[in-house]
């Protein structure tokens, strides 16, 4: 380490106290591993006097002692793969959750986490080179052992549901809410149940339904349970399966053929809902409708959503306009401008990031716009709300959707970061760990901008407007030829673009035009862009 420990904390110290709001406290832990899971707040631990993983609170107290060999944690879900000593050395996989109660027995060679209902564990016999469906190598002396599968459990909610032989099982199955699709080794497919019973719909194809449409009408067949679906004879809920609602011939309907709500429109498609929002689409521009049937985006964006996770995981949502990536909220207002083309732009949810032409990242804020730092580089999670920024001199922080600086700057190996920002990890070297736990005021997040203003990202002063083209307190603007009242990009009695505002030096007070401004001010050295 190039900073002694104490001097590194006080550092720290002194940051928090100067403005990092969201922080709520962090704890000092000596450990030889950390194992952080972004969809939970505990962590596993290998504490520096310890051979095994335990799991403990973000406070350093124990949940669970420190039984496992080894632990892993689950990207989707907030469970840890986890192993134990066994007598054989190979069966020792089981799963727990972040409370560490046990969904899985340490007991299985290979285990999967298909969703956080399903999950399945493997038991091999020793086989031969030639009919093996496992290779174990010893890395020490670079021998070899074979095995194939004998058996595999299925477990629903941490329960031992059904037992498949390997003729029975070939690879990844698919589960549908309670519901979970297996592919045999002949390559055919079975659905099995929440009690693993046999679906008696035979379907021989991946998906939760399948459709026919004959006469003008489309029959949905849940392939899970046989049953006919959005008809009036089916009973299942909507906590069984993952698609409950569908459009059909210009109406929403629930599972039992009931139309919940009327379409605002008469769309040409509708997405799977998630997190209570689908997508919509109509003569090829897409919009979002809630499950009240409102369209709380319209549809006259090119693309909604990044359909990886749910919309408004964090108040906002990405969209393509025009060719140009931007951010909304959930009334439909600009958070970030559609500025930059979407071919440049890498999408990670809340958060997106472009290269510059001089190699530094630039980061989009869903909920403020784009960053006035760039970042030598950074690692953004899927759905994150926080992401870790490097600096060119090899430091690392980390950084909230509102912009906040969560973590400063500091001379680590390493920062994560749940996709809450509720919980971070820095790992010092030398097993010297400290643990954050953040809370955060969603009463504290800006305000949404209209469509067609400028998102403050810095803490110049507002340029002043000559009077052809004066912006109002209310956010409107008055073009060259003297029509005001102005609220998009462009005048709709003349047709003429909004002027772009100036740049002014905070310092001396200089005044640039937009596409005339350096990137630092020749009176006094004040950064500009």
């Given at each position: 380490m190039k900073k002694a420990l104490s001097l590194l904390l006080a550092v720290l110290m002194a940051a928090f106290a100067a403005g990092a709001?969201?922080?709520?406290?962090?704890?000092?832990?000596?450990?030889?591993?950390?194992?952080?899971?972004?969809?939970?707040?505990?962590?596993?631990?290998?504490?520096?006097?310890?051979?095994?993983?335990?799991?403990?609170?973000?406070?350093?107290?124990?949940?669970?002692?420190?039984?496992?060999?080894?632990?892993?944690?689950?990207?989707?879900?907030?469970?840890?793969?986890?192993?134990?000593?066994?007598?054989?050395?190979?069966?020792?996989?089981?799963?727990?959750?972040?409370?560490?109660?046990?969904?899985?027995?340490?007991?299985?060679?290979?285990?999967?986490?298909?969703?956080?209902?399903?999950?399945?564990?493997?038991?091999?016999?020793?086989?031969?080179?030639?009919?093996?469906?496992?290779?174990?190598?010893?890395?020490?002396?670079?021998?070899?052992?074979?095995?194939?599968?004998?058996?595999?459990?299925?477990?629903?909610?941490?329960?031992?549901?059904?037992?498949?032989?390997?003729?029975?099982?070939?690879?990844?199955?698919?589960?549908?809410?309670?519901?979970?699709?297996?592919?045999?080794?002949?390559?055919?497919?079975?659905?099995?149940?929440?009690?693993?019973?046999?679906?008696?719909?035979?379907?021989?194809?991946?998906?939760?339904?399948?459709?026919?449409?004959?006469?003008?009408?489309?029959?949905?067949?849940?392939?899970?349970?046989?049953?006919?679906?959005?008809?009036?004879?089916?009973?299942?809920?909507?906590?069984?399966?993952?698609?409950?609602?569908?459009?059909?011939?210009?109406?929403?309907?629930?599972?039992?053929?009931?139309?919940?709500?009327?379409?605002?429109?008469?769309?040409?498609?509708?997405?799977?809902?998630?997190?209570?929002?689908?997508?919509?689409?109509?003569?090829?521009?897409?919009?979002?409708?809630?499950?009240?049937?409102?369209?709380?985006?319209?549809?006259?964006?090119?693309?909604?959503?990044?359909?990886?996770?749910?919309?408004?995981?964090?108040?906002?949502?990405?969209?393509?306009?025009?060719?140009?990536?931007?951010?909304?909220?959930?009334?439909?207002?600009?958070?970030?401008?559609?500025?930059?083309?979407?071919?440049?732009?890498?999408?990670?949810?809340?958060?997106?990031?472009?290269?510059d032409l001089d190699g530094s990242i630039i980061v989009l804020s869903g909920l403020v716009g784009v960053l006035p730092e760039h970042y030598?580089?950074?690692?953004?999670?899927?759905?994150?709300?926080?992401?870790?920024?490097?600096?060119?001199?090899?430091?690392y922080s980390l950084i909230d959707l509102d912009g906040t600086t969560l973590i400063p700057y500091v001379d680590c190996y390493s920062i994560?970061?749940?996709?809450?920002?509720?919980?971070?990890?820095?790992?010092?070297?030398?097993?010297?760990?400290?643990?954050?736990?953040?809370?955060?005021?969603?009463?504290?997040?800006?305000?949404?901008?209209?469509?067609?203003?400028?998102?403050?990202?810095?803490?110049?002063?507002?340029?002043?407007?000559?009077?052809?083209?004066?912006?109002?307190?209310?956010?409107?603007?008055?073009?060259?030829?003297?029509?005001?009242?102005?609220?998009?990009?462009?005048?709709?009695?003349?047709?003429?673009?909004?002027?772009?505002?100036?740049?002014?030096?905070?310092?001396?007070?200089?005044?640039?035009?937009?596409?005339?401004?350096?990137?630092?001010?020749?009176?006094?050295?004040?950064?500009?862009?």
């Open positions: 709001a969201a922080e709520s406290g962090y704890v000092e832990l000596k450990a030889r591993d950390i194992v952080l899971n972004y969809n939970s707040e505990t962590l596993g631990c290998r504490f520096e006097d310890s051979d095994y993983y335990g799991l403990i609170r973000p406070d350093g107290t124990e949940v669970i002692p420190a039984v496992y060999r080894s632990m892993r944690s689950d990207s989707y879900t907030p469970y840890f793969r986890v192993e134990a000593n066994s007598s054989d050395g190979v069966h020792d996989e089981g799963v727990i959750d972040d409370q560490g109660n046990v969904l899985v027995p340490a007991v299985y060679a290979d285990i999967n986490i298909v969703s956080d209902r399903w999950m399945y564990g493997v038991k091999l016999v020793t086989s031969t080179a030639d009919d093996k469906d496992y290779t174990f190598t010893n890395f020490s002396t670079g021998d070899k052992s074979f095995y194939r599968i004998d058996t595999v459990d299925f477990y629903f909610r941490g329960k031992l549901v059904g037992t498949l032989g390997r003729s029975d099982f070939d690879s990844y199955p698919s589960a549908y809410g309670d519901y979970i699709c297996i592919q045999k080794r002949d390559k055919t497919r079975v659905y099995y149940n929440s009690a693993f019973e046999k679906s008696p719909s035979g379907a021989d194809s991946y998906g939760e339904y399948d459709t026919s449409y004959k006469k003008g009408k489309t029959t949905y067949i849940h392939n899970g349970s046989g049953q006919t679906a959005f008809d009036s004879g089916c009973t299942l809920t909507p906590e069984e399966v993952d698609q409950s609602i569908v459009y059909d011939q210009g109406k929403f309907f629930d599972l039992q053929g009931n139309e919940p709500f009327k379409a605002a429109q008469n769309y040409d498609y509708m997405n799977q809902f998630r997190g209570g929002y689908a997508v919509v689409k109509m003569n090829r521009l897409s919009g979002l409708v809630d499950m009240t049937g409102k369209e709380v985006i319209p549809v006259e964006y090119d693309d909604v959503g990044d359909y990886t996770d749910y919309p408004f995981r964090h108040g906002v949502i990405s969209a393509v306009k025009d060719g140009k990536f931007g951010y909304l909220d959930q009334s439909g207002n600009v958070t970030c401008d559609f500025t930059y083309s979407k071919d440049i732009v890498r999408n990670y949810g809340s958060l997106a990031t472009i290269k030598a580089e950074v690692d953004v999670r899927m759905g994150a709300r926080a992401f870790v920024a490097k600096n060119a001199e090899g430091e994560y970061c749940n996709y809450d920002a509720t919980v971070a990890a820095v790992n010092l070297g030398s097993r010297q760990w400290l643990i954050y736990t953040f809370t955060h005021d969603a009463s504290a997040a800006p305000e949404a901008q209209p469509e067609g203003t400028e998102t403050a990202t810095d803490n110049t002063e507002p340029s002043d407007q000559n009077a052809d083209s004066a912006s109002a307190a209310d956010g409107t603007w008055t073009c060259s030829n003297g029509h005001e009242g102005n609220t998009g990009k462009f005048c709709p009695v003349c047709g003429e673009a909004k002027p772009a505002d100036e740049i002014i030096c905070p310092s001396c007070g200089t005044h640039y035009a937009p596409d005339e401004a350096p990137n630092f001010c020749p009176e006094d050295g004040t950064k500009l862009n």
